[in-house]
C-alpha cells in the first residue's frame, strides 16, 4: 500500500495525539493480521483524528475569541460607567449651582468635562 501517515501533525490534543500515535505505530509495524482495507481504514481514522484535532483548534480559537469579546466589553462598559460619573459631576459643577467657580477652577473642570468626553468616545471606537 502506498499511503503512509503523516507524522508532522502539529498541535494535537493528548487523546488526538495518542490516537495518531497508535494508527502510525500499527501502520508501520505492517502488521500481515491487516488486509488492505483494514490499513486503509486506518489511515481514515488518523485523518479523521487529525480533522478532529483541526476542527477543534479552531473551535477553541472561536471560543477563545468570543472570551477577548466579551472582555473587551465588559471593560468598555466598567471605564464607561466611571467615564460617565465624572463627566456627570464635571457638567454639575460647571452649572455652578452650590455656588460660584473661580476662574481656575472653572477651566479645570471644563478640560476634566471635555477629556471625559474624549475618552468616552475613544472607548467607543474600541472593538
Known amino acids: 500500500m502506498s499511503t503512509t501517515l503523516d507524522s508532522s501533525a502539529a498541535n494535537l490534543t493528548p487523546d488526538a495525539e495518542a490516537l495518531v500515535r497508535y494508527?502510525?505505530?500499527?501502520?508501520?509495524?505492517r502488521n500481515p493480521r491487516l488486509n488492505a482495507a483494514q490499513q486503509t481504514d486506518l489511515v481514515t481514522?488518523?485523518?479523521a483524528a487529525v480533522r478532529f484535532q483541526?476542527?477543534?483548534s479552531n473551535a477553541?480559537?472561536?471560543l477563545s475569541q468570543n472570551a477577548d469579546e466579551a472582555i473587551l466589553q465588559r471593560m468598555r462598559h466598567?471605564?464607561?460607567?466611571?467615564?460617565?460619573?465624572?463627566?456627570g459631576?464635571?457638567?454639575?459643577?460647571l452649572r455652578e449651582i452650590r455656588s460660584p467657580l473661580t476662574p481656575l477652577q472653572y477651566a479645570t473642570m471644563s478640560t476634566i468635562y471635555q477629556a471625559g468626553m474624549d475618552l468616552v468616545t475613544l472607548v467607543d471606537?474600541?472593538?
Open 23 to 29: 494508527c502510525q505505530a500499527l501502520f508501520n509495524e
Open 45 to 47: 481514522l488518523y485523518e
Open 54 to 56: 483541526k476542527k477543534s
Open 60 to 62: 477553541m480559537f472561536r
Open 78 to 87: 466598567d471605564l464607561k460607567n466611571e467615564l460617565n460619573i465624572i463627566i
Open 89 to 93: 459631576f464635571s457638567r454639575l459643577m
Open 125 to 127: 471606537t474600541l472593538r
